[in-house]
């Protein structure tokens, strides 16, 4: 009897061991533009993402998890750094990202990780730190996209969203070396504009009407001017590739008959039905929002892929998963397509972290967290100590559902790249809880939002009587929030701004 329980106790030892002593590999999958309203793990009225929702159902999901500057690069500038956009250098999507810099790939490398970067980089340099990397060209094409190596360039004939997936498989199966832990970045074009749906799914929700938000035809009242003179209206600003009343110039003869099949009919149909006014903008919404849908379909199965590779492997039990996007989007809430402002759909974006043993299955996350954290997480999960000057936190405590008693309690927003495409004006801002105080500093114009009686943020709140208190309050928060995060009090020097009209001199 105690001869079989020490046995017992040795083997529950060794399996303990065992489990213990095998380094973590994490697959980071990442998608541009996605927005958090369209994965149905975060209550999406419009589309369903079971393979998504598989991360979700494992693991736990994060409603308020946020970016530092809305848009493309400065996203993937700061998840590489773990600094703001101001102390990396890329502010806008126009810089080349300074590769010598310290990122978190470098550090678990040196620490014996092996890493890999495969699909959408989009910094201009050469990816560094990376064991392997496979990348696409500048934003890339959504069919048969040319993808530079560290070898040279590799043409290759398929759907981006396919291709990518098929190059981690590939790496994971042959080209890693197996008896290290590795880091895989396998990252989307899609669901970026604009839009270009693969050849399965070109004709998916044709005889379904998607639901409209309740903002889809905002009058921009009660805000400053930067809400109604951007570029991004679903109405006036969608071109005709957009739209599909053409077909993409680099599809192969398969492919085009396939395209020509699904979107000539309709097209034909539309001219026939001489659509005007709100009706031709309730059409605009639906084909925007199905072609957009109809991407996120393929980047949802391309996830079932890996996640059925790590299951079928054994690379499941030591693997941790993490979904997320370089920042929200805008699913025609305010009229708009595209990102950039502190409002919320595109300020959030999703993320959604599997850790096996670790997160507690189909839990929920309400803590402000950003994407400033993302290195030292990741760090923190592979045993890898983060160095000082990284400015987020680690979120690995929250995943153990142990919340620090310090977390933050507010956000730091900037954005910079106006003059920029969808002129969206320069702004700064800070978010607690409750409430959003945004600066748009170019204009000196501030906005106030209170998030729990105005989730929408329809009706700016500063100035008005009854928020003298919260509205000071919030502009300390921003003073000791830009102070430590070490933002310079002028950036204009930083990047070319347009002049400012002189002002007449009166008299
Ligand atoms: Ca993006």
């Not at 493309?72 to 990396?88: D, E, F, M, Q, Y």
């Not at 989307?188 to 009407?209: C, F, I, M, S």
């Not at 300390?476 to 701004?497: F, G, H, I, M, N």
Request: proline share 6%; aromatic share 12%.
């Amino acid at each position: 009897m105690l001869k079989n329980m020490i046995k017992i106790h040795l083997s529950l030892f060794a399996l303990v061991f065992a489990l213990e002593s095998k380094p973590l590999n994490v697959l980071f999958i990442f998608t541009d533009d996605h927005a958090y309203q369209a994965i149905s793990a975060y209550g999406s009225n419009r589309n369903k993402t079971p393979n998504i929702d598989r991360i979700a159902k494992d693991g736990m999901l994060f409603n308020r998890a946020f970016v530092t500057n809305s848009i493309c690069a400065p996203s993937r500038a700061v998840i590489l750094t773990g600094k703001h956009s101001h102390l990396n250098g890329q502010l806008t999507n126009g810089q080349r990202f300074d590769g010598e810099q310290q990122t978190f790939p470098k550090l678990l490398q040196n620490k014996g990780y092996q890493t890999a970067m495969i699909g959408k980089w989009h910094l201009k340099s050469d990816p560094t730190g990376f064991d392997f990397w496979q990348v696409l060209q500048g934003q890339g094409p959504y069919y048969n996209p040319p993808m530079n190596t560290a070898q040279g360039v590799k043409k290759i004939t398929g759907y981006t969203t396919d291709v990518i997936t098929d190059v981690t498989l590939e790496w994971l199966k042959n080209g890693r070396d197996k008896n290290k832990p590795f880091f895989v970045m396998s990252q989307h074009k899609a669901p970026h504009r604009n839009w270009q749906p693969g050849p399965k799914y070109l004709t998916k929700y044709d005889d379904v009407e998607i639901p409209e938000p309740t903002t889809l035809r905002d009058n921009y009242k009660n805000r400053l001017e930067p809400a109604s003179t951007q570029a991004m209206t679903i109405d006036q600003h969608l071109s005709a590739s957009d739209l599909k009343l053409k077909a993409p110039g680099n599809l192969t003869p398969e492919q085009k008959t396939k395209w020509d099949a699904a979107y000539r009919p309709k097209n034909e149909a539309l001219e026939e039905a001489n659509l005007e006014g709100d009706d031709l903008f309730k059409w605009k919404y639906q084909r925007y929002v199905k072609d957009y849908l109809r991407c996120i379909d393929s980047v949802d199965e391309n996830i079932g892929r890996l996640l059925d590779y790590l299951d079928e492997t054994g690379l499941a039990e030591n693997t941790v998963v993490i979904y997320s996007s370089d920042q929200g989007w805008y699913l025609g809430e305010h009229g708009w397509y595209d990102k950039r402002w502190m409002y919320e759909e595109s300020f959030r974006t999703p993320l959604i972290v599997r850790w096996p043993g670790v997160t507690q299955a189909g839990s929920k996350n309400a803590d402000l967290v950003q994407n400033l954290d993302y290195a030292q997480t990741f760090l923190d999960i592979c045993g890898v100590k983060s160095p000082k000057d990284m400015q987020g936190a680690s979120i690995v405590p929250l995943l153990k559902g142990k919340k620090p008693k310090d977390w933050r309690k507010s956000l730091y927003y900037q954005y910079y790249e106006y003059p920029g495409a969808h002129s969206v004006r320069r702004h700064y801002g800070v978010r607690t809880d409750r409430y959003k105080l945004i600066h748009f500093y170019m204009l000196d114009g501030w906005e106030l939002y209170d998030l729990k009686k105005d989730p929408n943020e329809l009706n700016s709140l500063y100035g008005k009587k009854g928020y003298e208190k919260i509205t000071s309050e919030l502009k300390d928060e921003l003073t000791r929030l830009r102070k430590l995060y070490q933002v310079p009090e002028d950036t204009r020097p930083l990047v070319r701004a347009p002049r400012e009209p002189r002002k007449k001199k009166k008299g």
